[in-house]
């Protein structure tokens, strides 16, 4: 079983601060999302990645398979950055495994102007 | 770009009651989920289906939970009987394929709330 941990659980930034939110986990993975829920509950998918890195926009995510850990960082944070980012992990194909995630705890992050 | 849809949004259900949550996948995906988020809690795996049945299920998902493909567009989650612990949010997901490169898309949740 993969155990997912994100830190931190909180965070608060002003507006064009550098973000950055971790997710680790213990069990070899095939893929990880980075998430983002809005105060209404949806989730929105920002990234997959298995390795390296990927930007999108002032989204930047990186993975270290070795160290089974993942980084979302965010440049210029502006209020409407101000979500639940959640990491949730793909375990590696075999056996019975059809892609279910695995789900961090989630960070809430509030960026103030 | 397509999109997850679920219905309703919100569903409001007597205990003892059985209720029907719907979703409409991507058109050409393969691989199905359900999820659901307790308030305040993770988001947890309740089942995946493929090819008509279901390829893997959570310990959470009992003989209370079934889901189905009725006529190749929508995919429900039936609870036969909710218990008040059943209130909470329900996220359908699909993907094309359960391949690493292959991301799976959310719809925005259905917010089940027991009486």
């Known amino acids: 079983k993969n155990e997912v941990e994100q830190s931190p659980q909180n965070l608060t930034a002003q507006e064009g601060e550098f973000i950055t939110i971790n997710c680790s986990y213990s069990?070899?993975?095939?893929?990880l999302h980075w998430l983002q829920q809005h105060p209404g509950g949806g989730i929105v998918s920002l990234f997959m990645?298995?390795?390296g890195k990927k930007k999108h926009g002032r989204l930047i995510a990186t993975i270290n398979i070795q160290e089974k850990h993942s980084s979302l960082h965010i440049t210029a944070s502006h209020p409407r950055d101000s979500a639940v980012y959640i990491c949730a992990v793909r375990n590696r194909m075999g056996g019975t495994s059809y892609g279910k995630l695995t789900f961090g705890q989630g960070t809430i992050l509030t960026v103030h102007p | 770009e397509p999109e997850v849809t679920q219905t309703p949004s919100h569903q409001v259900t007597q205990m003892g009651q059985e209720v029907i949550l719907r979703c409409v996948p991507i058109s050409n995906h393969l691989y199905f989920y359900w999820y659901r988020q307790i308030l305040g809690q993770k988001v947890e795996f309740l089942v995946s289906?493929?090819?008509?049945?279901?390829?893997?299920k959570s310990e959470i998902f009992d003989d209370q939970f079934s889901v189905e493909r009725p006529d190749g567009s929508n995919f429900t989650l039936k609870i036969r009987s909710t218990k008040l612990e059943d209130s909470a949010m329900y996220f359908c997901?699909?993907?094309?394929?359960?391949?690493?490169?292959?991301?799976?898309?959310f719809g925005d949740g259905t917010r089940l709330s027991i009486l």
């Open positions: 069990v070899g993975i095939s893929a």
């Open positions: 997901a699909s993907s094309r394929g359960a391949a690493r490169n292959q991301p799976q898309h």
């Open positions: 990645l298995s390795s």
């Open positions: 289906f493929y090819n008509n049945e279901i390829s893997e």
